[in-house]
């Protein structure tokens, strides 16, 4: 069974940090690039970043570069996304996903482009 599973949400103040995990299981890691998402309240699910396993590129939306970085952990097969200077308006659900295909640029940020999604993790950031 393939599976994702994202931890490391919570309820954190404005201007912290949080670290959230993705690890996989099921699926030959190396073989897949991961993406993570959000969707805040009301809102459409958006792109916040992408690392590919084994070529090591990384894609990120612009409103996110700076403030959040991903990385991974090959040996664990688990992604990261570090959070950091959080603002109220970073609060949403956030979820990886794996995409075992190399995409073109303009296709990254695709939710479409996936193929396994976690279930999800509740970030709330109080002002």
């Known amino acids: 069974q393939v599976l994702l599973v994202e931890t490391g949400g919570g309820l954190v103040q404005a201007g912290d940090s949080l670290r959230l995990s993705c690890e996989g299981s099921?699926?030959?890691?190396?073989?897949?690039?991961v993406g993570w998402f959000r969707q805040a309240p009301g809102k459409e699910r958006e792109f916040v970043a992408r690392?590919?396993?084994?070529?090591?590129?990384?894609h990120y939306a612009d409103s996110m570069k700076g403030r959040f970085t991903v990385s991974r952990d090959n040996d664990n097969n688990t992604v990261y996304l570090q959070m950091n200077s959080l603002k109220p308006e970073d609060t949403a659900i956030y979820y990886c996903?794996?995409?075992?295909?190399?995409?073109?640029?303009?296709?990254?940020?695709?939710?479409?482009?996936?193929?396994?999604w976690g279930q999800g993790t509740q970030v709330t950031v109080s002002s």
């Open positions: 690392i590919r396993w084994s070529a090591g590129s990384i």
């Open positions: 996903a794996a995409d075992a295909a190399v995409r073109r640029h303009d296709a990254v940020a695709l939710e479409h482009s996936y193929e396994v």
């Open positions: 099921g699926l030959t890691f190396g073989m897949y690039a």
